[in-house]
């Protein structure tokens, strides 16, 4: 699941560190990007900048995001130390601390018995920045270390930041994912609603004038010339390829509409098929004093964003402007939910990480969380074939058996039931009683079974109950399953690859790509004269059914039941093609079946979590 987050530096630490705790320390296949844009110009930022002849971008959103992620991983990692450090220091001294820091930073690293390979690059990186005349003749008052860092890095390799970026992650041992929306040297103006013209970005920042806000944004490059970002290609293929994209909280001036700004975005969030979300300060922020919720929708909804496309979260203890929305404004987006996402202890500017990652959870799938049943496929959905995903998979297992005794769940799978690999646990950690089991629809969806505990002695449940028998093969004669098995086995099929999937279908598995076109020849031979069908499901199984067999059937058996209630969720991850495709197709004549689409079983992941969330938190109300 490929999450891309638009931030500024520290705007996203919360939500950061909720998708790190909920999601990326319990999963695998979670992507997480960050695209921040670099045209701070304040404090030393600005200095490094103008000691390089403002031929580099500001380092210091890249480092905070950076610093953010070391964090999430090892809190107490000896680099923190060294980007967060500040000094304060004599001109013709600070070159010489700088060095020290990195000796301290080497020494540190060393005890902990990791490689210290990265001294030369640090020390080559503050060479080449006091090497520049400009070094000089600046005040290293309240000074960041790793700015000077950052900025020999960049000048050394090009003058690009990312390239630093990229050399920083690697030394650190982290995911290189801090992305820049553009790697060239632009400054950051704006133009209030008198007409005035801001000329910097630290102005833009604590700008503060509710009478005269910020209506807009230029850029000019290191000669005052006007310009204009372009969303680099990293950028673009992270917005095009995410299946999340979220607009985090920050400073919308100087922080996240430049990003938005940049040529090209909107061409990439027009082509992503991506859920999008903005989740809006809990206060207002310096550069934007006086603007409402609905005053922000309305700057960037249709401007960098199509009507429609945004989901807005909002806060419900945040300060009442920032919850502030118009009919206008509601009537440009998707939809807006307001949410408890802070706790009393919180500071006013800052959401609480698992809230915040709750409802965003709950924002992406408020369409299928509020079912009274809930039917999961398996193979790539629950469970990665092959052992791809294991955390996932296993997550999925015990949210599902989880799940089982918060509300109505079930499988359904075209699979055999013996290739169902559940453990259902109970509330306390034990294994569930056979009077809690779960309901599987299994043969191609044919066949019912409760699956209970662990089956003793290797062994399956037996079918409850066959919902269709008109959709099993026929109990006797030439296309019998034991007849169709004798011909296939005859014809020099090993018995190892044959498979009697309750009578339902004949799997032949596995097959190679090599001999794919002569097994379907060999088994359409077989059934010829037959109303009987034979097609390649998955990667590298045949399968021999009738036409009639279908999930549907397991579906339209549960909407028969009064238990089942009014309202239906299926997940699966081929609803666009293979064997959840009739299903989809049903869910467009019957309104109360929901057909979720996953990629993997990391996005059932996230929707077993926020759905669990949703069920524990219903039941404590």
Same mark, same amino acid.
């Given at each position: 699941m490929k999450i891309v987050i638009l931030t500024g530096g520290t705007g996203s630490i919360a939500l950061q560190q909720g998708l790190?705790?909920?999601?990326?320390?319990?999963?695998? &296949?979670?992507?997480v990007s960050i695209i921040v844009n670099a045209y701070d110009n304040g404090l030393s930022t600005g200095e490094v900048r103008r000691v390089m002849d403002g031929r580099i971008l500001g380092p210091s959103d890249v480092r905070k995001n950076q610093a953010t992620r070391l964090k999430l991983k090892n809190p107490s990692d000896p680099w923190l130390a060294f980007l967060e450090c500040r000094f304060t220091s004599e001109t013709h001294e600070t070159r010489k601390l700088c060095e020290s820091k990195v000796a301290t930073l080497l020494a540190e690293i060393g005890t902990r018995g990791r490689p210290t390979n990265c001294g030369d690059m640090l020390l080559d990186s503050i060479a080449t920045f006091f090497?520049?005349?400009?070094?000089?003749?600046? =005040?290293?008052?309240?000074?960041?270390?790793?700015?000077?860092?950052?900025?020999?890095?960049?000048?050394?390799? &090009?003058?690009?930041? =990312?390239a630093a970026a990229r050399l920083m992650a690697e030394a650190m041992a982290i995911p290189d994912n801090v992305l820049l929306n553009d790697d060239r040297s632009l400054f950051l103006g704006a133009m209030t609603r008198s007409g005035r013209r801001l000329t910097d970005e630290g102005e833009i920042v604590v700008w503060g004038r509710a009478d005269d806000p910020i209506v807009d944004i230029f850029f000019v490059d290191a000669e005052g010339r006007d310009a204009r970002p372009e969303l680099c290609?990293?950028?673009? #293929?992270?917005?095009?390829?995410?299946?999340l994209i979220i607009l985090s909280s920050g400073t919308q001036w100087s922080s996240l509409i430049p990003t938005y700004a940049s040529k090209g975005f909107d061409t990439a969030i027009r082509d992503s098929s991506a859920k999008i979300l903005l989740v809006m300060n809990r206060t207002p922020d310096?550069?934007?004093? &006086?603007q409402t919720a609905a005053d922000i929708i309305d700057v960037v909804v249709p401007r960098f964003f199509d009507p429609g496309r945004l989901h807005v979260l909002l806060d419900e203890n945040a300060d009442p402007q920032? =919850?502030?929305?118009?009919?206008?404004? =509601?009537? #440009?987006?998707?939809?807006?939910?307001?949410?408890?996402?802070s706790k009393p202890s919180d500071p006013p500017h800052k959401h609480d990480p698992g809230k915040l990652v709750q409802a965003i959870g709950y924002a992406c799938f408020q369409d299928y969380v509020d079912s009274d049943f809930f039917l999961f496929d398996y193979d790539d959905t629950l469970c990665g074939r092959g052992n791809e995903y294991p955390l996932s998979s296993r997550f999925n297992v015990e949210g599902l058996t989880r799940l089982n005794l918060l509300t109505r769940v079930g499988v359904c799978t075209g699979n055999t039931i013996k290739a169902l690999n559940l453990r259902l646990i109970t509330d306390g950690g034990s294994e569930a009683t056979p009077s809690?089991?779960?309901?599987?629809?299994?043969? &191609?969806?044919?066949?019912e079974y409760a699956y209970g505990t662990r089956q003793i002695n290797g062994e399956h449940p037996e079918v409850v109950q066959c919902i269709s028998p008109n959709a099993l093969l026929p109990e006797s004669g030439r296309f019998s399953a034991a007849a169709i098995i004798a011909a296939l086995f005859r014809a020099g099929i090993p018995e190892s690859r044959i498979e009697n999937r309750g009578n339902a279908v004949i799997a032949i598995r596995p097959v190679s790509p090599d001999e794919k076109r002569a097994v379907i020849s060999l088994a359409r031979s077989i059934v010829r004269d037959s109303d009987l069908q034979v097609e390649q499901v998955g990667r590298t199984t045949v399968e021999i059914r009738r036409r009639t067999l279908s999930k549907v059937l397991a579906l339209q058996n549960l909407c028969k039941r009064p238990t089942t209630g009014l309202r239906i969720t299926y997940v699966g991850d081929e609803l666009h093609s293979g064997n959840d495709s009739d299903i989809r197709r049903l869910s467009t004549e019957d309104p109360r079946i929901r057909c979720l689409h996953v990629g993997s079983p990391a996005q059932t992941a996230f929707f077993i979590y926020t759905l669990t969330g949703r069920l524990q938190s219903d039941a404590l109300h």
């Open positions: 790190h705790e909920a999601l990326e320390t319990q999963l695998d &296949g979670i992507d090497a520049a005349p400009l070094a000089a003749n600046i =005040r290293y008052h309240n000074f960041s270390l790793a700015n000077i860092v950052y900025a020999g890095l960049a000048a050394a390799n &090009g003058n690009s930041l =990312r290609f990293e950028g673009w #293929k992270a917005i095009v390829e995410a299946d310096h550069d934007s004093p &006086g920032m =919850r502030e929305m118009t009919e206008s404004a =509601r009537a #440009k987006i998707a939809t807006v939910l307001e949410a408890d996402l809690n089991p779960l309901l599987i629809f299994a043969d &191609g969806g044919a066949n």
